[in-house]
């Protein structure tokens, strides 16, 4: 087994949310870096006010003594091929690349509910072995593209898209090549009804990147029996930071620990900033995670 190392980074949903610009939409971009820092986040994902030319991107990190995490992808390979998903790519790529992001967040928005006012189970599916592995071989061959330029492809399972449940995960996995990594986002399988722990045991050798999104149940279980659409859930507080929520991060760390993971820990929590105070909840989520980190690092020492 490889050792444990992790970096503790965050997206800036937590003060600005890409898929609602509303929320924290007058907050400056530089207000969320300098907290960040302030707080002991070692980098940042992409959101909707980073600069998105490589050495503008470059020179704000280091400006603030930060390193580039990671950056969403809107990936649409179960409605387009392979050549025209590389075309779309390359900006963004080769952003990340020039600035030392070694995975980047691929999620799948076509035909996605998650940013329409729509109940969750009208998400789309494929309901056909065929279509399954049409989709994953148009997934695969272009992952092995974005890795051959060094940047890994991290498969976002997310609510309200083709895959959400922890069965449309084994369904992809199992389909797909190592070129293919797994986005591990602790709040999403909770939401659609998975254990986070087992899924972590099944995809562990998988897993490149980890979103650490905490949930509220008593909010789910709303979102699920009044027929909410993602962003009502989300509005009304059904994801928080670690440490906020039921979710067993404890648990979670010691699993990640144990399989070897290394990569970055991302805490990342779409909630409304005026009801959720931005540095506030921040700096719960990373004391939470930096606990957690710094206690298998002793323990670790200690059985040496």
Same mark, same amino acid.
């Given at each position: 087994?490889?050792? +444990?190392?992790?970096?503790?980074?965050? @997206? %800036?949903?937590? !003060?600005m949310n890409d898929d609602l610009p509303s929320l924290g939409g007058e907050t400056p971009l530089s207000v969320a870096l300098a907290e960040g820092r302030e707080i002991g986040y070692e980098g940042f994902e992409l959101g909707n006010k980073f600069p998105r030319? %490589?050495?503008a991107l470059k020179a704000l990190f280091a400006q603030y003594g930060l390193s580039l995490v990671s950056g969403w992808y809107s990936g649409m390979l179960a409605r387009r091929g392979v050549e025209d998903e590389i075309a779309a790519v390359e900006k963004?790529? $080769?952003?990340?690349?020039q600035n030392g992001a070694t995975v980047m967040v691929y999620g799948e928005v076509a035909d996605s509910i998650q940013g329409a006012p729509r109940p969750l189970y009208q998400r789309p599916r494929f309901f056909?072995?065929?279509h399954w592995d049409e989709y994953a071989a148009r997934l695969d061959a272009f992952a092995r593209h974005t890795l051959s330029r060094g940047v890994r492809l991290a498969y976002h399972h997310h609510?309200?898209?083709?895959?959400?449940?922890?069965? $449309?995960?084994?369904? #992809?996995m199992a389909r797909t090549s190592d070129a293919v990594g797994l986005l591990f986002d602790s709040g999403h399988i909770t939401f659609a009804g998975g254990d986070p722990v087992a899924e972590l045991d099944k995809h562990a050798a998988r897993v490149c990147h980890v979103h650490c999104k905490d949930v509220r149940p008593a909010v789910v279980k709303l979102a699920r029996n009044? @027929? !909410?659409? +993602? #962003? $009502?859930?989300?509005l009304a507080g059904a994801f928080t930071v670690p440490g906020d929520g039921a979710v067993d991060f404890p648990a979670?760390?010691?699993?990640l620990k144990r399989h070897g993971y290394r990569g970055w820990l991302v805490v990342e929590a779409e909630q409304d900033p005026v009801i959720a105070p931005p540095y506030e909840y921040a700096q719960k989520g990373y004391r939470t995670?930096?606990?957690?980190? $710094?206690?298998t690092d002793t323990e670790s020492k200690e059985a040496a």
């Open positions: 087994m490889s050792a +444990f190392e992790v970096r503790i980074g965050i @997206n %800036p949903l937590s !003060w030319e %490589p050495q963004h790529l $080769d952003l990340l690349a056909s072995e065929k609510m309200g898209a083709y895959v959400e449940t922890p069965a $449309d995960v084994d369904r #992809l009044r @027929n !909410w659409s +993602f #962003l $009502d859930a989300v979670i760390v010691a699993r995670l930096r606990a957690l980190v $710094d206690a």
